[in-house]
């Protein structure tokens, strides 16, 4: 589990309920020494609580933050949606870097074919679909 692109994870569930067991795997998992690794910085608190449907928020280095109920999930689903994520913003991080910090992408090459439109596409990431 990669904790890039992380700086805040929160796990709250209750032991005397069955729907924990994906939080607590989950929780695990990252306060494993190869997670924690890839990103020392990471704050990851964990709340036992008698009452309450189990979660997981994780707060992102751009401030978005993402609450996932894990009551019916299993540990798989979990780290593919906070992966998926991670990655996403990982993408766009990289094409920021590399100069396309928009969303739109252009070129001239539709110019010299004697076309107007100059605009070849938008850019946009969608997570990936459980």
Same mark, same amino acid.
């Given at each position: 589990? #990669?904790?890039?692109? &992380? ?11 069955? +729907?924990?067991? *994906?939080?607590? $795997? ?37 401030? #978005?933050?993402?609450? &996932? ?11 593919? +949606?906070?992966? *998926?994520?991670? $990655? ?43």
């Amino acid at each position: 589990m #990669q904790l890039k692109q &992380i700086s805040r994870i929160l796990v709250q569930f209750s032991p005397y309920t069955g +729907q924990a067991r *994906s939080a607590r $795997e989950f929780l695990a998992r990252i306060t494993s020494r190869p997670a924690q690794a890839t990103n020392p910085d990471c704050q990851v608190v964990a709340r036992v609580r008698v009452k309450g449907d189990p979660f997981v928020e994780i707060e992102y280095d751009n401030k #978005q933050v993402t609450r &996932i109920e894990t009551g019916g999930l299993t540990i798989q689903q979990i780290l593919e +949606q906070v992966q *998926s994520r991670t $990655e996403e913003m990982d993408t766009m991080q990289k094409l920021k870097d590399a100069g396309f910090g928009s969303s739109k992408l252009e070129s001239s090459w539709q110019r010299e074919l004697g076309k107007e439109v100059s605009m070849v596409g938008q850019v946009q990431f969608v997570p990936r679909q459980a």
